[in-house]
């Protein structure tokens, strides 16, 4: 397939961009009295409602396309299928090993009470270390997405990173409580972020002298398997964590209605 540097640096600025939203997260911490945990919940809905809706709708039947280009529209449904479920299965044995931790929004948490600072610190670290982790896969999906598509990409990365300002939350709450300072609340969720286009980087360098249908249709597939796994498991019970009335599916019903309204327009 003819992937130009112009699209390629597209791709890449875009997945940047949904990565720095750590950033934003964790500026909520250190320049707020409490983040707003009714909007956050409406957030994460949206956010998961988005990644469901764009994920099944197109990366899916994007898989399924490239596929049957290179096999045959038989063969090549059953590969996306394939693709889909074991991007499922590789973020399960990810979040297995590495699970995923997202901290109370409330600086009030007892956990956060403590004047242990070593504690607190570690805490900080192994989350940050988690966190790190998922965004390799997350800045693969929207680099890729992108790659291929903008009119896909762009409403991805848009939910990532929605998606990325609690964790930028869950970075930066226990490294400012342990060292009471700013720069290093923020900094550490900056470099978090960061593993999403170092993520992109990789995987593009990696798979570049190989790409045709088939490679699309295997990463488009684990791409769908993973989105959706993750706004299963991460996004919508975080979402119902914080809410306090009907925000969670507030929030879902209107990111997919967001989102199909602009893969609608982009077809225009």
Do not use: C
């Amino acid at each position: 397939m003819q992937i130009t540097p112009e699209n390629v640096w597209i791709a890449l600025a875009v997945t940047l961009a949904a990565g720095l939203a750590t950033t934003l997260g964790s500026l909520m911490v250190v320049f707020s009295r409490r983040p707003n945990p009714r909007l956050l919940a409406f957030g994460l809905a949206f956010a998961g409602g988005a990644m469901v809706y764009v994920s099944l709708s197109e990366i899916l039947n994007k898989s399924i396309a490239s596929f049957a280009l290179s096999y045959g529209e038989r063969i090549g449904f059953a590969y996306g299928t394939a693709a889909f479920l074991l991007g499922m299965a590789a973020i399960v044995l990810i979040d297995h090993f590495i699970p995923n931790p997202h901290e109370s929004l409330d600086k009030q948490d007892p956990a956060f009470q403590q004047n242990n600072a070593a504690y607190i610190r570690r805490v900080g670290l192994l989350t940050a270390v988690a966190i790190t982790a998922h965004n390799f896969p997350e800045g693969l999906a929207t680099f890729f997405a992108t790659l291929e598509s903008p009119s896909v990409g762009m409403p991805l990365a848009f939910a990532i990173a929605i998606h990325n300002i609690p964790e930028g939350i869950a970075i930066a709450v226990p490294v400012y409580f342990a060292t009471q300072n700013k720069l290093y609340a923020v900094g550490a969720s900056l470099l978090s972020g960061l593993a999403e286009p170092v993520g992109a980087v990789i995987g593009y360098f990696l798979l570049h002298d190989s790409l045709s249908h088939a490679t699309f249709g295997w990463v488009f597939g684990l791409i769908a398997g993973v989105m959706v796994f993750l706004a299963l498991d991460e996004l919508l019970p975080a979402a119902k964590r914080y809410a306090k009335g009907h925000e969670t599916v507030y929030g879902l019903v209107a990111g997919m209605g967001t989102l199909a309204i602009s893969l609608v327009l982009f077809r225009w």
